[in-house]
């Protein structure tokens, strides 16, 4: 999601600071790898999903009576049917149109906002526990992974801060199955 690179981008700049100490330490995590583990994100994601479905749904209903209507007006004998009667379909036709464009529209907005009132809180927990860890660990300044091209494994928190959260560090990753042992020989 784009929401989590942002934060992530946000997190490494804040994070970064001058260093006008050498004694102070600089720790790392992936903030996306421990957000993505976390129950709270996996319902965000839920929500999110099952909300564009239902939108998307929405969309193809209406579509599908738009390219109803579409057809019947093809189908009109331009020969018999007034000028009227021809107008007032094509009329009807631009504001159905119109109608999906603005749903669609609406739609794209409300997964936005609803978007950010579920990641706001699972960020603000994330940050919170980020805080946590490092200062009970010492380190005045902790960057995310994705900022990094070189990070010592040492001063890397993230299995910390995912024990900070109650995130079981052996589970798999979201979408990442463990893959099944080798299957048993077909019976002949």
Known sequence: MNTIKKFALILAITSFGFVSNA???IAHLNSNEVM????????????????????????????MELQKKQEAYTMLDKNITSAATIKMAEK????????IQEFAQDAQTEIQNKQTELLEPIQKKLQAAIEV???EKGYAYVMDDQALLVKPEADDITG???TKLGI?????????????????????
Do not use: N
């Open 23 to 25: 004694q102070q330490r």
């Open 92 to 99: 009807e036709l631009t504001s159905l149109d119109q109608r």
């Open 160 to 162: 910390a801060v995912k």
């Open 168 to 188: 079981d560090k052996t589970a798999p990753a979201p979408g990442m199955t463990p893959k099944p042992g080798p299957s048993p020989a077909p019976k002949k």
């Open 36 to 63: 993505q583990k976390m129950d709270d994100y996996k319902i965000a994601e839920f929500v999110l999903d099952s909300l564009t479905k239902a939108k998307k749904a929405e969309i193809t209903s209406y579509q």
């Open 133 to 135: 860890v490092s200062k």
